[in-house]
Structures are given as structure tokens and as C-alpha cells.
């Protein structure tokens, strides 16, 4: 019966190890921290960018991404 018991708990702790070893899903959070990067740094252009007179490069940036983001829907193939 402690066998057993040993057993168990070995294997148990041995699946643990190898899923928390496993780099499955990597990618996926690496893909998600550079798009929260790039982000940052859009919106750190934006804020920066608001505090010139004008707001000039604001204005370049948000206009420029509102371009991509019609022109995606609007693609002929």
C-alpha cells in the first residue's frame, strides 16, 4: 500500500515538472508582449506629440492608421 502510494505521488510529481517545463504556448505570449509594445510606443508618440503646438505628429499618426485600417477593407484581390 506506501508503494503505491510513493507511486502515485512520484508520477504526479513528474507530469507537474514536464508541463511546467513545456514551452507550449510561448510564442503566443511573445507575439502578445510585442503588440502591447508597439502599443506603448504609439501612444507615447501620440501623448508626446499633443504637447507640441498643433499636435502635428499626432495628428500624421492618427491619420496614417485610420489609411491602414480603411484600406484593409477595401483591398482589391
Known amino acids: 500500500m506506501a508503494y503505491r502510494l510513493q507511486g502515485r505521488i512520484h508520477a504526479t510529481f513528474h507530469r507537474a515538472v514536464v508541463r511546467l517545463s513545456?514551452?507550449?504556448g510561448q510564442g503566443t505570449v511573445e507575439y502578445v508582449a510585442l503588440i502591447l509594445l508597439v502599443a506603448g510606443v504609439l501612444a507615447g508618440v501620440i501623448v508626446a506629440g499633443?504637447?507640441?503646438k498643433g499636435g502635428g505628429i499626432a495628428q500624421?499618426?492618427?491619420?496614417?492608421?485610420?489609411?491602414?485600417i480603411d484600406s484593409v477593407g477595401s483591398a482589391k484581390p
Open 22 to 24: 513545456s514551452s507550449s
Open 60 to 68: 500624421t499618426v492618427v491619420s496614417k492608421l485610420k489609411e491602414s
Open 50 to 52: 499633443k504637447s507640441l
